[in-house]
């Protein structure tokens, strides 16, 4: 089993699938690139990038479109200079992750935070707490937020839908989210944020482990992958989640 490409067939599975089913431009093959139009280097991405023609070509797409993006670099079939090639081009990587995965009937089913109530989103009220939660933690991009997930909401709540969105409630308060993406053979937990005020209390490993356990109780799922910050990487290899390797993020403005 091929964990590190387990893993990026999640990750490009779930930075598709919104966008393909909204009709955006999505485009795969020597490079998968996602243009959703939204000024918001969350929703425009550059990855899996298997050749320097076809960087500089995705690249200059969104230059012409004059649209923020972002490059990952870390997936299996990236070609070998790729992060130094974009380094030349003037980017700077400002962040990285650690992907990482875990057996999912290995992990403790305790909770941390016993006053924090999860809910799957299946309604719009459900929605737009998500929504809320992810705006008040970023608000430079509260706009391209609410319009994003508000047009992809008749896919988010279809039942049938691969990704599921998860918010944690304490004291009635929307305080945390997650989002669960399953595809043939893992369940990836992404999209795990806390709000400020309800941090230190291990809600952001409730909002994991339960959205895990959410995909091996109902759809029998036995590993688990996801990509954590710095910070975050130390508390998820104490809950028994393994390094896999590193992805690095470059987040390109408007050119």
Known sequence: MDVPKLLDANMIGKFIYLPSLMKMDVTSGKVTVINS?????MFNIICKIRSKNALNSAVKK???LRLPFACWIGFEDDYPHCKNDL????????????????KIEKLSRGKKCDELQIYPVHDVKRLNDFIQVYQELIPHDASPIEEFYTKASQHILNPKSALKLFVGYLEDQAAATSALFVDENTAGVWDVVTLPQFRRKGI????TLQTLFYAFDN?????????ASEDGEPVYRKIGFQKL???????????
């Open 245 to 255: 390797k590193d992805f690095y993020i470059f987040n390109v403005g408007t050119l």
């Open 219 to 227: 759809f029998g799922y036995r590993i688990g992958v996801l990509t």
């Open 204 to 207: 952001g490993t409730d909002m």
């Open 87 to 102: 380094e030349e081009l003037g980017f700077v990587c400002d962040e990285y992750e650690s992907g990482m995965f875990a």
């Open 37 to 41: 139009g939204i000024h918001s280097d």
């Open 62 to 64: 969104f230059r012409d």
